[in-house]
């Protein structure tokens, strides 16, 4: 009973929202409009809940960084792939729930069509170069998958290249996460009703004018074709190394507030302690001492 | 007396903290423990300050993405170089005065010792690499400075080089200004006193032991030919494109909010607004409909 007890209050989000396996269709299987392992009331006090993780998630962040500094040999580092369609809120996550963060350990890196000098390289070459450093966090807005998303529904390779995509990227995964990389990627999920209400909204505001593209339009007309390519890449592309988390994105503060308590508690398993000095502490106090 | 009131109204921090020109002394010249155009009463009030800045620095800094997202031929782009000494603070703006925006649209690069690919090109190569996009804000935690900086003082390039790199900085920031960029350069100003506080501060908590390295001390003992050497660089490089601005900064709350201030009053200059939508907003509105 006790170790019942236990194990009930070390019911982790990362095991409320890791995608299950198995074939995986998105829409079938996960309700955009949850809250799993919210412990407040809702919106009213997501803010509190928000801001408590970010104060943890900032001394974790600091920590890992400063490992980095000291001992870049040994440091770990965190990749945290961010993918959704267009409103899921890449960009909400990273200035609201990652934002926090000192930006000195931090790099944002938003993926867009790919250049001209990207193109002549394989796909994986310019997500190599954007890898977190020792001690770093980095975000991926947008990634590697869109090379199995966009590129998928809308054919811009070859299928046997997009077939050969899955598997090059699982390799590539556990090659990172072999070289001390822990890697969470995040699927923000919203509903279609939602997209649709989030697109119009920025129809209506003179501020929000500059998220808008009429392409993001077309991007909507091919739903189903989107849900399927995530589908399967949710289905083929999830390892324990890397995994896939499911983040329920129709409340913005749930998904807010469920990113930064994924990324905490990935940072609390990592056991990180402040670096010992490696100098003479009493010997360096004295040549303070003395400017 | 209407005139002298609106210009009395106009005193911008920029006009205070501008570095005035001729043979800069820096310690002659600068009080790194005034609180120049702070409105407030010290300490107390500058959390409260700091935010009512951040807030519009937020909103505008959106308004120089979005122009940088739907017109980057035009748009504007801004480069902020923090430099100082040792515990002078450059971090502790990244973070606590400009790491409130969002990340987005901001590029934080922080120079290191040149590696041996850099070695090989000019000083500048690695710069103009680090130079912010449209729309982009450049926050360089140390920067070419260093190259007549530390490589001054500790004759890490012949005398004749380093006389060569003010001018080709001042032409190399012209340039760059030419081409869009606004250039803020911040001299974050601590006194001898202070500095010596600080680095016994990172002795003392083992929070702070990762911040320490022994060479900083090694630094701190040639704390006259950095001084001859920064007032050597404010003398050289200070022209109406690309301005130094001293910031005192023995009082953590002051320097923050002040860096805060000078970021916000140049893209508030820069009279930004949401631009226009480049489609056509019924059509759209219609297409979003009937999703």
């Given at each position: 009973m ?8 070390q ?11 198995g ?27 928000t ?19 000291t ?6 580092s ?32 938003a ?49 046997e ?41 920025r ?24 849900m ?42 990592l056991s ?17 001492q003395?400017?």
């Open positions: 006790g170790h019942h007890a236990t194990h009930q209050q019911t982790s989000l990362h095991d409320l929202l890791r995608c299950q396996g074939d995986v269709n998105v829409e079938r299987d996960y309700d955009p409009d949850g809250t799993p392992g919210y412990p407040g009331e809702g919106r009213k006090d997501a803010e509190e809940y801001l408590a993780v970010s104060e943890e998630l900032s001394d974790l962040q600091e920590r890992l960084y400063a490992s980095g500094l001992d870049a040999e040994h440091a770990l965190v990749l945290v792939v961010l993918q959704g369609l267009d409103t899921a809120g890449k960009g909400g996550v990273i200035r609201h729930a990652l934002g926090t963060m000192d930006p000195q350990g931090i790099h944002v890196h993926f867009k069509a790919p250049t001209q000098e990207e193109k002549q390289h394989d796909f994986l070459w310019r997500v190599e170069r954007e890898l977190p450093r020792p001690g770093q966090i980095a975000i991926f807005d947008r990634s590697h998958y869109e090379d199995v998303l966009i590129q998928r529904v809308e054919q811009m390779a070859a299928p290249e997009i077939e050969r995509r899955y598997d090059a990227i699982n390799q590539f995964e556990a090659a990172t996460a072999a070289r001390g990389t822990r890697i969470i990627k995040c699927f923000l999920h919203v509903s279609r009703a939602e997209q649709k209400s989030r697109l119009m909204a129809l209506e505001n003179k501020e929000k004018f500059y998220k808008f593209n009429p392409d993001d339009v077309d991007t909507a007309q091919r739903w189903d074709q989107y399927e390519a995530y589908s399967l890449a949710l289905t083929r592309c999830n390892t324990p190394v890397a995994p896939w988390y499911v983040i329920p994105s129709d409340h913005k503060w749930y998904r807010n507030w469920a990113v930064a308590t994924l990324l905490t508690e990935e940072l609390r398993s990180l302690t402040w670096p010992e000095p490696d100098f003479d502490l009493a010997a360096q106090k004295a040549r303070v003395a400017l």
